[in-house]
């Protein structure tokens, strides 16, 4: 079978870099297994597949190259904002159906943000803090003070790491054998570590994403990590915004910069009740996709 696959880099700075997505519209012809056979084809860390919905104006489900997940941030902004281009949606409050139910979607033009829940936090132990120091190749004294690293989840969890300096985060050399069995160990999508230094104009942090269990070496946007970003800089360093802009994929090879608007909604106890992350789509191609059926 021969498929049109739109490819649309999510959460570009300006009108380059960014990460790409595939969208396949029309998928609830196509089984799981097709799905994750066309995702393969595709190649790319995630590849979003559109399907009507009872619940919500349409579903969503994402397949890395590799398997299956809940959620993802950048595919979401991707196809949402294509939507948005293409006509397809024409209204500002819109809403996606995912395998754990459904998330609102607001649009700014042709800028998405995706909402999350409140985040969950879990110390690591000392022994699964060692191996992760390890697995980045960095020690005690690299990271940023008083921010420990946690497992942060806002839908998916991701392992948050704060450096010092950003030589660290530019230089670092990871283990990823290290990442993914340590991911398995502790069910997490992967690494996000971050740094304060070297970051753009007006922005907060700029990061790194590491998910080699889902066949990811380094991806250069991740919605659903920049999301629990922000609440930890919120809830564990007092940085008491409710906007932060997180950039991403400058300090990757190839670059790829990327800008992740995170919106907080703060409750009267200074509580975070449920977040938005969003940013812009550019198309780039449209791929011709061959897979058997």
């Known amino acids: 079978m021969k498929i049109q696959v739109p490819i649309v880099s999510a959460f570009v700075d300006g009108e380059s870099g960014g990460n790409p997505a595939g969208i396949v519209l029309n998928a609830e012809r196509f089984s799981v297994e097709q799905k994750q056979r066309i995702a393969a084809t595709v190649g790319l860390s995630e590849t979003a597949f559109v399907s009507p919905s009872d619940s919500a104006d349409i579903k969503l489900e994402f397949f890395t190259p590799t398997q299956q997940i809940a959620h993802c941030g950048h595919a ?22 995912t395998i754990d139910g459904c998330r609102s979607i607001h649009m700014e033009s042709d800028a998405a943000f995706m909402e999350q829940k409140a985040p969950a936090y879990e110390a690591l132990n000392d022994a699964d803090l060692q191996s992760a120091l390890k697995a980045l190749g960095i020690a005690r004294s690299d990271l940023v003070n ?27 050399k990871v283990d990823l054998d290290m990442i993914e069995k340590l991911s ?43 999301g629990p970003l922000a609440c930890y800089l ?10 932060f802009v997180i950039e991403q994929g400058r300090w990757m090879s190839p670059s790829s910069p990327s800008v992740i608007t995170v919106r907080l909604d ?16 550019v198309i780039k191609e449209i791929k011709e996709v061959v897979f058997d059926d």
């Open 76 to 97: 979401t902004v991707a196809t949402f904002s294509y939507l948005r281009q293409d006509g397809l949606f024409t209204t500002d409050q819109l809403s996606k159906e």
């Open 146 to 172: 008083g921010a420990a690293p946690k497992v942060v989840n806002t839908g998916n969890s991701f392992l948050l790491v704060g450096v010092r300096r950003a030589e660290t985060i530019r230089n670092l």
């Open 184 to 226: 398995v160990s502790l069910d997490l999508i992967g690494f996000y570590v971050f740094c304060f230094e070297d970051v753009g104009h007006g922005r907060d942090a700029g990061a790194r994403m590491f998910a080699p269990r889902y066949g990811i070496p380094e991806e250069p946007a991740t919605g659903m990590a920049a």
């Open 234 to 243: 919120r809830d564990a360093l007092g940085i008491a915004k409710q906007e």
């Open 266 to 281: 703060i409750d009267g106890n200074e509580q975070i009740l449920r977040l938005y992350a969003g940013g812009r789509g």
